[in-house]
């Protein structure tokens, strides 16, 4: 089992940036596939980024692809998301997810999330 915790929201304005990271307690973290995904008020949790167990593999949803970047460090057993360019519509909250070998991007097939942070875009 492992657990996860995410820090880095906020409120940003519009064009600006932030790095959300996620910290992971418990099983070795070299052997889950990591993900970000997102739900936005009223709408359902969907697919953000999502990174390979050794992080030479990553995908993107095609609305923050240029300007989303995941990545980890398996040391210090975190995955990060730098986000750029932000926009009003990236406002929701931001979940981490750990897969056991294999990414996923079907917010039903994460075997562990961590708790959310709250992302927000002003215009």
């Known amino acids: 089992q492992v657990q996860l915790v995410e820090s880095g929201g906020g409120v940003v304005q519009a064009g600006g940036s932030l790095t959300l990271s996620c910290a992971a307690a418990?099983?070795?973290?070299?052997?889950?596939?990591m993900g970000w995904f997102r739900q936005a008020r009223e709408k359902e949790r969907e697919f953000v980024a999502t990174?390979?167990?050794?992080?030479?593999?990553?995908d993107y949803v095609d609305s923050v692809k240029g300007r989303f970047t995941i990545s980890r460090d398996n040391a210090k057993r975190t995955v990060y998301l730098q986000m750029s360019d932000l926009k009003p519509e990236d406002t929701a909250v931001y979940y981490c997810?750990?897969?056991?070998?294999?990414?996923?991007?079907?917010?039903?097939?994460?075997?562990?999330w961590g708790q959310g942070t709250q992302v927000t875009v002003s215009s």
């Open positions: 997810a750990a897969n056991v070998w294999t990414t996923t991007k079907n917010p039903t097939s994460v075997d562990y």
């Open positions: 418990g099983r070795t973290f070299s052997g889950y596939a």
């Open positions: 990174i390979s167990r050794s992080g030479r593999a990553t």
